[in-house]
Structure formats: structure tokens, C-alpha cells
């Protein structure tokens, strides 16, 4: 079977057309179901043992608006955007890892046995182990972040990445466990590593974001609209000027 040696003419479209939109039109609400589909295709983005250990937070309202704002340092394009997602990589994931695998075992794609097989060595790896659960919370957090914004830009959505927020009043801001760090979380080996968690990105949209993003839908695109907030981040809005569990703000 000959392998193809170039992607498909709509993933690198998708790829190579995004950009950062750092300004966004306000007043441009998403539908539910937009933000629905992006978080649904981000939660298709890979982790360790299929973990799954992330998080989304939407961020819609005006009140959670100004709350993530005032933790973000005042950043405008947060109330601007239709929509900023926190997305947040789960600690302890280990201890669910037979309850993600379910569906692969009634779906028979995995044999009993072999789930097995996964929780015994994940929870040998990872119980007692914060530095690696806190590592693999940040990829899987990074990873369904990026692949949000992809989705984004699939659907006509501009997006920008954004960093910059006070951590622990992020986490007091909404409710967040110690066990759901943001993916930006500053790195302190055995000193308070479940208690800072941190926004690596944020993603807003116009027309459709641990962390947080922005997205925002580009001049003359067809588009629904909608917002949330992530532990990366992610902010979005259905106009521009030129991050499998969800919680809607």
C-alpha cells in the first residue's frame, strides 16, 4: 500500500491559515452547540494511557467575564470575545482510567484484560508521583488545547493563544479543585504543586477558548456564535479586527 508524503489539502489549509487575532468585535455571542462541537472535537486529542485527564471551563457570561479578566490583568479581548475557555489538566486521573476505558471495552475495541494491564501501570507510575501527574495533566491540557483551536479555525474562527493570569485567583475565581491545575501552572517540585494552577493559553472567538483561549470568526465568514474560558486559555467571538468535562460560566 503506497503511504501518502503530503497531508490533505483541508488539515494543511487549517494549519497553515491560523493566526493570532489579538483584537475582537464584542457583542457577538456563540450558539451552545458551537462551543459544544469544540470542546466535543478537543476531547479527540490524545493522552497518556487515553486519560483524558482535562477540563473546560466556558466562559460566557458577563460576571464570569470580569472575574477572569480581573485574574488576567485586565486583558480586554477576555470581555470582548464571544467566548474564553480555562482549560485545566486533571491530577490523579489514574484513579479513573478504568472508567475512561469503559467504552473501549463495551465497544470491543480493548479486551478487558488489556485495560487492566493500563490501570495497574498507570497507578504504578503515577500514585504518589505529582510531578508526573502534574507533567502529563500539562500535555494532555496543551494537546486539547491546540487541537481546540485547529477546530476553531476549522469552523471560520480566528483564535490567539494568551498568557498571563494570577494563578491561584483563577482557581478561587471558579472553583477549581486541587486536583485541576491550569496549564500554565509555575513548576515547583514538591512545594505547593497542586495548589497553583495556571492558564497557559488563552483562545477567544467572535463567531463560535487551564487555560485560556480566543477565538474570533474572520471578516466575511459564515458563522454561529457562543464563549468560554481554559487552563491554557482560549477566547472567541463571531467578529475580528485586524483549550471531556465542561462547565459553562
Known amino acids: 500500500m503506497r503511504v501518502p508524503t503530503v497531508m490533505t489539502n483541508s488539515i494543511q489549509h487549517v494549519i497553515e491559515s491560523r493566526t493570532s487575532v489579538n483584537a475582537f468585535l464584542p457583542d457577538r455571542p456563540l450558539a451552545e452547540g458551537v462551543i459544544e462541537s469544540l470542546i466535543s472535537q478537543a476531547t479527540k486529542a490524545p493522552s497518556a494511557y487515553n486519560l483524558q485527564n482535562w477540563r473546560f471551563i466556558a466562559v460566557r457570561s458577563p460576571d464570569a467575564k470580569a472575574r477572569l479578566e480581573s485574574a488576567a490583568y485586565g486583558q480586554r479581548k477576555i470581555v470582548d470575545a464571544s467566548v474564553a475557555f480555562v482549560i485545566c489538566g486533571t491530577l490523579e486521573a489514574y484513579s479513573q482510567l478504568a472508567s475512561a476505558l469503559r467504552p473501549s471495552v463495551d465497544a470491543r475495541i ?80 514538591n512545594a505547593g504543586l497542586r495548589r497553583s494552577p495556571a492558564l497557559v493559553r488563552y483562545w477567544s472567538m467572535n463567531t463560535l477558548r487551564p487555560a485560556g483561549v480566543t477565538l474570533h470568526i474572520k471578516p466575511g465568514m459564515a458563522v454561529s456564535r457562543n464563549s468560554t474560558a481554559c487552563a491554557w486559555g482560549c477566547a472567541a467571538s463571531t467578529g475580528q479586527q485586524r483549550g471531556r468535562r465542561a462547565r459553562f460560566g
Open 110 to 189: 480493548m479486551e478487558p484484560r488489556t485495560v487492566d494491564g493500563w490501570v495497574a501501570q498507570a497507578t504504578a507510575t503515577h500514585e504518589g508521583n505529582p510531578v508526573l501527574q502534574r507533567d502529563e495533566a500539562v500535555r494532555s491540557a496543551s494537546l486539547a488545547a491546540m487541537t481546540l483551536m485547529l477546530a476553531a479555525q476549522g469552523m471560520g474562527l480566528g483564535s490567539c493563544a494568551m498568557s498571563g493570569f494570577d494563578a491561584r485567583q483563577v482557581s478561587r475565581a471558579f472553583g477549581l479543585d486541587a486536583t485541576d491545575p491550569t496549564v500554565n501552572s509555575p513548576y515547583r517540585p
